[in-house]
C-alpha cells in the first residue's frame, strides 16, 4: 500500500493536520465561513490547484480532469460549525464550535486534494473528479438564512442544494462524502426536513387592567404545541417522524398580553410523502389552537433537507475502499435509517451517492464533549479511504462508475424538476381569514 499514491506523505499528512488545527480555532456557522473557506482554498492553491470561490457566500470548487473521458464524481468536505456555548472550545462571541467533526471532514478534503497530486496518481483513472469545499450544511439559524433568502444571496438552507441550483455540481454523475463519526459505519439514509417558522397573532391589552381587551398568543402557542404532542401517537414507526418544536420568542413584556409568540419546528420523516402528510396534521394542530381561542397564525414552511437514500453499490464500495484505509476494520453497514438529516440527502435523489461515517472523533455530537481524539483516524486515513473510493470508481476506463451510475434510478428526472418539487413546501400568510358572521371565517390548511 505505501507505493500507492491513496498513501499520504509526510508533507500532506502534516497539512491535513494543519488544515485541521486551523478549523478547529477558527469555527464559523453555516454562511459566515469565510475564513475556513478562504484557508482551505489556500492549501488547494498550495498544492497547485485553482480553486473556483463562489463569490458571496463561502466555499469552493475544484474540477480535477484525467484527460481520459468517464463520468464525473463530486466529493464533499463540509466547512462548517454547529453551536454551542458549553464547550471548551466554543469561540467566547458566537458559540460557534466544530462539535460536529466538519473540521475533519474538510482536513480530509485537503488530504484528497493532496493525495491525487501525488506522483502517478491519475495515470490509471478515467473520467474527472470535483472536490468541493461546501458551506451550510447544520441546519440552525433560519432568520439569518432567511435574510440571505430575502437579499437573494441564497434560495436554500443547505449549501448542497444552494450550489446545485448554482450549477456547481452540473455535469456531475455520482458523489460521496465522509462525515466524521466515532466508528466505521453507513445507515441506508435517514430522514428529511421540513423547516418551520411558527408566528402567532394575538392581541395587546394591560395583562392586570384589562386582559379581556386582549388576545393572548402565548396561550394559543400552548395549546398548539399541545395539539402537536396529541398526534404523536399517529406517527408510525415505518415513517420516523420527529417533530421537535422551540419557542424563540415568548412574549415581550410581562404586564402585557402577548401579541406576538414565535415558534421554530422541524419534522423530519423517513419519505416526501410521510413529510408532506405530517406537516398538514402539523399545521392543521396549529391552526386548530389559533382558532379556539380567536388568534391567527402564520405558518412559514420552507424545504429543508431531503431524505437521504444511501445507493447500495456506492455503500459496498465504500465498504470494499474502508477495508484498504483502516486495515482489521470493516464497515458497519447498519441497515438503519438515522433520524438525524443532511443535505446530502438532496444530492443523494439525483445521483448515486454515500455519506458514511469514519471513526476518529469521540464524545457525543454536537455536544460539549464532542473531540476529534483521533486527527489520523478521522483526517488522513479517512482522506485515503475517499482516494481509494476514487481509484475503484474510476480506474479500468472508469468502469465501477458506468456500472453504478447505470443501475442507478434517480428519484427526479432533472435539478429543475427536483427544485420545482421543493419549491412547493414554501407557504407564508395567516392561515385564518375571520368574517363576520357565523358562516364566514375561512381557514387554510
Ligand atoms: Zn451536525
Ligand atoms: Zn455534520
Redesign the pocket.
Known sequence: MKESFICLSEDHCARVLDTLEFMTQHPETGYKETQCSAYVAEQFRQLGYEPKTLGDIPGFTVRIDTGRPGPCVLVLGELDA?KCATHPQADPETSAVHA?G?NAQSAALVGIAAGLKQPGALDALSGSILLCAVPA??MIERDYRDKLIEKGTVRYYGGKPELLRRGCFDGVDLAFMVHTGNRLYCNAGSVGIVSKKVIYKGKAAHAGGNPQDGINALYAANLGLSAINAIRETFTEQELVRVHPIVTNGGAVVNGIPDVVEIECYVRAKTYEAMKHTNRKVNRALIGAALSIGANVEILDAPGYAPLQNDPNMIALAAKAAEVAYPGQTLDQTFVYGT?STDMGDLSLLFPSVHPYAPGASGT??GSDYQIADPKLACIQCAEWQLEMLRLLLSDGAAEAIRIKDAFTPAFASKEDYFAYIDDFYSKGDRIAYGNGSNDTKVRL
Open positions: 454547529v460536529c466538519h450544511e447544520e438525524g455530537s454536537h
